[in-house]
């Protein structure tokens, strides 16, 4: 026996969902996609996953080897970030052998590290992400975006250069963008940086157990502090024109920030280690040091 409960009003109707997957996604090394289901009617992403297909192994690779050669073999894990994985490998086995480097071999693995994130952010931010700005991508996608922009001055345009925001995403145009080409060429600075402490990039030639095989001459530290004013003042310029730009998106698209919002859950950990202020290991650092912790912010 069954009974039927009536309903007041017209019944929903399901929405119609478009499955819709970009696989791979060829701008982060391709082993990235993503997967959808979208209500065009709502204008609403009712689903989305995202998968990483690609499996590194070098956890595997480095059974049985010997751990003098862990930060050569870890290095090659990736064409980008090698030097992350290899200064990981040399921090390890510091610890594992009970050395300590002399301070001016860690201000050195600093310096090069330091000059890796410089280049990562101007690799990612100003090339990477700047196309999904550029006017070659809003006029295809959001083409009343760009009617806008071309009517929207850039409250910042003294410190940047670019009257508009759309002369903005002119400049963010691959290969041809004034900004873009800029970007790719301080990216090479960075690059220089890492090199004059770390002998290459990306797979450093001058990491060692126990210090550096960098000579710290007056010259070598001169013409890293050069470039680094170089990057001073290219981000004078980066800061405010990006400011500008993503300012105007969330005005011309309401919600537009709301974009990926969710819980939080940041897991952050030491950057680099403070000289004379650490032994080997990670259990004894003194409050001058940098700790490695697990933050979580909920």
Same mark, same amino acid.
């Given at each position: 026996?069954?009974?039927?409960?009536?309903?007041?009003? /017209?019944?929903?109707? /399901?929405?119609?969902?478009?499955?819709?997957?970009?696989?791979?996604?060829?701008?982060?090394?391709?082993?990235? #996609?993503?997967?959808?289901?979208?209500?065009?009617?709502?204008?609403?992403?009712?689903?989305?996953?995202?998968?990483?297909?690609? !499996?590194?192994?070098?956890?595997?690779?480095?059974?049985?080897?010997?751990?003098?050669?862990?930060?050569?073999?870890?290095?090659?894990?990736?064409?980008?970030?090698?030097?992350?994985?290899?200064?990981?490998?040399?921090?390890?086995?510091?610890?594992?052998?009970?050395?300590?480097?002399?301070?001016?071999?860690?201000?050195?693995?600093? =310096?090069?590290?330091?000059?890796? $994130?410089?280049?990562?952010?101007?690799?990612?931010?100003?090339?990477?992400?700047?196309?999904? !700005?550029?006017?070659?991508?809003?006029?295809?996608?959001?083409?009343?975006?760009?009617?806008?922009?071309?009517?929207?001055?850039?409250?910042?345009?003294?410190?940047?250069? *670019?009257?508009?925001?759309?002369?903005?995403?002119?400049?963010?145009?691959?290969?041809?963008?004034?900004?873009?080409?800029?970007?790719?060429?301080?990216?090479?600075?960075?690059?220089?940086?890492?090199?004059?402490?770390? #002998?290459?990039? @990306?797979? /450093?030639?001058?990491?060692?157990?126990?210090?550096?095989?960098?000579?710290?001459?007056?010259? @070598?530290?001169?013409? $890293? =502090?050069?470039?680094?004013?170089? *990057?001073?003042?290219?981000?004078?310029?980066?800061?405010?024109?990006?400011?500008?730009?993503?300012?105007?998106?969330?005005?011309?698209?309401?919600?537009?920030?709301?974009?990926?919002?969710?819980?939080?859950?940041?897991?952050?950990?030491?950057?680099?280690?403070?000289?004379?202020?650490?032994?080997?290991?990670?259990?004894?650092?003194?409050?001058?040091?940098?700790?490695?912790?697990?933050? =979580?912010? =909920?």
């Amino acid at each position: 026996m069954s009974t039927e409960i009536s309903r007041k009003g /017209p019944r929903e109707v /399901p929405p119609q969902l478009v499955e819709m997957s970009w696989d791979p996604i060829t701008r982060i090394v391709g082993s990235l #996609g993503i997967y959808t289901k979208i209500d065009f009617k709502q204008r609403q992403v009712v689903e989305c996953h995202s998968t990483s297909s690609i !499996f590194r192994g070098y956890s595997l690779f480095m059974q049985g080897k010997d751990p003098r050669d862990a930060h050569f073999i870890t290095s090659r894990i990736c064409g980008i970030c090698g030097d992350n994985h290899a200064t990981c490998a040399v921090y390890a086995q510091n610890m594992a052998f009970g050395v300590v480097p002399p301070p001016i071999g860690e201000w050195i693995l600093n =310096l090069g590290e330091a000059a890796e $994130y410089m280049f990562d952010h101007c690799i990612y931010q100003d090339n990477l992400v700047g196309v999904d !700005f550029c006017e070659q991508m809003v006029k295809e996608t959001n083409p009343s975006v760009l009617d806008k922009a071309e009517k929207t001055e850039a409250p910042h345009a003294h410190l940047h250069g *670019y009257r508009t925001i759309a002369d903005i995403m002119r400049s963010l145009n691959p290969f041809t963008g004034e900004f873009y080409r800029e970007s790719l060429q301080m990216s090479r600075t960075t690059r220089e940086k890492f090199c004059l402490m770390e #002998g290459r990039h @990306v797979h /450093p030639s001058t990491l060692y157990p126990g210090g550096v095989g960098t000579v710290a001459t007056i010259q @070598v530290f001169t013409d $890293y =502090l050069v470039r680094l004013m170089k *990057y001073v003042e290219f981000m004078k310029k980066v800061v405010p024109m990006h400011d500008d730009l993503f300012d105007f998106f969330y005005q011309a698209l309401p919600g537009y920030e709301k974009v990926g919002q969710r819980q939080v859950l940041l897991g952050c950990w030491a950057l680099s280690r403070i000289p004379l202020s650490a032994t080997t290991s990670t259990r004894t650092w003194s409050s001058g040091a940098v700790p490695c912790m697990l933050r =979580l912010v =909920l």
